[in-house]
Nanobody
Framework: QVQLVESGGGLVQPGGSLRLSCAGS????????MGWYRQAPGKQRELVAA???????RYADSVKGRFTISRDNAKNTVYLQMNSLKPEDTAVYYC???????????WGQGTQVTVSS
């Protein structure tokens, strides 16, 4: 089935930027909504940003205005542009694909983002 691989994480200073990529195999067609989640130590996984098959987006209040989610269906790739990063953004970021027909979820392995001076 669908396999997702995240990349682009790393160590960045506060105020810096990173761009995460999520490459899918098996295609992320119109039946999938895509999202980025993150999980910090001791905390539950939370939705950061989501994008529908037609490009509608939504964001967590904590990242609104700083993060931008986008998708390129031809490349089977979803992106998360992160600007003005804060220490509280530190977490493992996971890519998610949700099948709207069968209500199935697929997850990537995660990529670490650390914001520290």
């Amino acid at each position: 089935q669908v396999q997702l691989v995240e990349s682009g994480g790393g160590l960045v200073q506060p105020g810096g930027s990173l761009r995460l990529s999520c490459a899918g195999s098996g295609s992320i067609s119109s039946m999938y909504a895509m999202g980025w989640y993150r999980q910090a130590p001791g905390k539950q996984r939370e939705l950061v940003a989501a994008i529908s098959s037609v490009g509608s987006t939504r964001y967590a209040d904590s990242v609104k205005g700083r993060f931008t989610i986008s998708r390129d269906n031809a490349k089977n790739t979803v992106y998360l542009q992160m600007n003005s990063l804060k220490p509280e953004d530190t977490a493992v970021y996971y890519c998610n694909a949700h099948n709207l027909v069968y209500n199935d979820d697929y997850w990537g392995q995660g990529t670490q983002v650390t914001v520290s001076s």
